[in-house]
């Protein structure tokens, strides 16, 4: 296994500028961010910094403008390979996926902004170009989306991206686990599909986890809610033998 740490779009956009990211929040998902590079340097895992450059005048990330400048957190790391993008994955229209097949790379490291966006989207290119793909749920983050089609809490869309990619795209992780993981040479564990909708195969199941579920989307009791719905998911499959992934 070599993996490489990509650090998506770490910009000053992001931190003090249009498009602040609010969870995690930054004094979280910044800090973890230099760990995992420090991890990285630490143990010969490539760093890529990936940055977003849109054309002059654009209201955000506009080539030149200040928030369009890598924050100081990555600003001042020597990177094996820096990249520029338009697009939302840090493969299109890049010379990523060339790199990393030149350098053995077989398994890839996703930090970075904002989660639902450029890091899922370069997550789920990486796993349908074979790479494997580990994802960092606290050195990523997103902040609240509002459009016509509804609205959604940034720790809501954090966490529907989180339990999506360990469902078919990504090894989910905390920073600390995969600094783990790197120092031990292991790899990380993930889920699938199939053991992601074991509850749905469960008669009654389905019903009473749902129904926790829209408890904790109405606000009814969330905290409690949630932690039900968490020893719910935690005892589900107790007794249950691995599955094959889908």
């Known amino acids: 296994m070599k993996r490489a740490l990509i650090v998506i779009d770490v910009q ?23 760990v995992a590079m420090d991890a990285a340097a630490d143990h010969g895992v490539k760093l890529v910094l ?5 054309d002059e005048g654009s209201p955000v990330f506009a080539r030149g403008s200040e928030g369009a400048a890598l924050h100081s957190s990555v600003a001042d790391r020597t990177p ?22 030149s350098e053995g ?27 494997t793909v580990e994802f960092l749920s606290d050195a990523t983050g997103t902040l609240d ?21 360990d469902s078919e795209f990504a090894a989910v992780a905390t920073t600390e686990e995969w600094t783990l993981a790197v ?12 053991d992601s909708t074991g509850h749905a195969r469960v008669p009654g199941k389905h019903e009473e986890l749902h129904k926790l579920m829209r408890e904790v989307r109405a606000g009814i ?18 007794g249950q033998g691995a599955s094959a992934a889908l």
């Open 50 to 54: 990936v940055q977003h450059i849109e």
């Open 105 to 131: 790379v077989d398994t890839v490291t996703i930090a970075g902004y904002m989660t639902q966006h450029c890091c899922a989207g370069t997550a789920r290119d990486a796993a349908a170009l074979g790479f």
């Open 221 to 238: 009791d969330s905290d409690i809610a949630s932690e039900e719905a968490r020893e719910f998911r935690n005892t589900l499959y107790v």
């Open 12 to 34: 000053n956009e992001y931190v003090t500028g249009n498009l602040k990211i609010c969870h995690p929040d930054l004094m979280t998902s910044i800090p973890n961010i230099e």
């Open 183 to 194: 120092e031990a040479g292991d790899t990380l564990p993930a889920s699938n599909l199939w």
């Open 80 to 101: 094996d390979l820096l990249i520029t993008k338009q697009g939302v994955s840090s493969f299109a229209g890049t010379q990523l996926e060339q790199w990393l097949r």
């Open 145 to 165: 989306l509002v459009n016509p089609a509804g609205s959604i809490s940034a720790d809501a869309l954090h966490i529907s991206v989180l339990v999506t990619m």
